[in-house]
């Protein structure tokens, strides 16, 4: 796909999500949606060619956006295993509030995207990997004594952040996403800080889902995602004894590709070329080769 293409097809859905948010999705046409980009109804359908397959791109393209800022948190060193958390919370959170009006119609106009297509597989098996992210993220925060009770965690931790979620559609309450956020990582706290201490058997115990967990895992460690490799070569370039010139190169290599990799349409071309350019440096190759791969299936699935 070209650059002008991709760009098209992002100002799309883009418009599309603006529409659907103010009027819903059964009031607004793919007539109107082509009058207010600017462009003929058949020249929308050689980019969807469905009112279903737009709406869909426009679930993928909402749930890639939170889940890639997510990941891109977990890219700061700097800080801790539990503040990191708390700021992918408040990620979380600022990105629902920009999409509240559109989730709200969702509420109205009842849920979408009708078909069920492969992607949507994709999504679940990506939530899955997210999940097993989040067990690991756990035990790094609270240590190995919080392994036997990380699903009861999960599940409550769940089922918190919903009803906080919740307040997000109350008409003018004023929200205070760090706050909310540091309130619910105390609550996390406090929750685990009490299973510890009191030592019972959990809700839903280790033998219950260990060989579940442990699929998640397989999959989790045989496809990262892209932006935790990029990471581990980051890191490793700052640490490296390679030329001044040769590490800016590759770090500015990097950049290009986390920023492409975040994009709706990821342009083949450049990734291609950015993979190339760290293809150069031995020391990188077999990190180089893992992203590479990773990102065949990632684009992919886009």
Known sequence: MSEKSADKK?????????????QGISSTSMQEIAEVCEMSKGSLYLHFKSKDELEESIYLYCYQLIRDSIMQVEQDSHLSPKEQLQKQVEVLLSHLIELREFVRKQF???????KKHEKNACIQEDQLRMLY?????????YGTEIEPYTMDLILLFGGILFSHLKM????NLPINIQKMSHHLITLLDDVSESVISRATEPLITPDAWSHWI???????????HPLQVTKEMKDFLK?????KQTCKDALESIHILEKEIVDIQPRRVI????????????ELHVLTNELREIISLYSTNQ
Request: hydrophobic share 40%; glycine share 6%; proline share 5%.
């Open 239 to 243: 640490e490296s004894s390679l030329d």
């Open 271 to 282: 990734l291609l070329g950015m993979l190339g350019n760290l293809q150069l440096i031995t």
């Open 133 to 141: 992210w989040f067990k690991v993220k756990l035990e790094a925060i």
């Open 10 to 22: 992002t100002y799309i859905l883009k418009t599309a999500l603006q529409l659907f948010s103010t």
């Open 108 to 114: 109205i106009d009842g849920p979408g995207p009708r």
């Open 168 to 171: 997000l559609f109350i008409p």
């Open 214 to 224: 442990n699929e998640i895992k397989d999959q989790s460690d045989n496809q990262r």
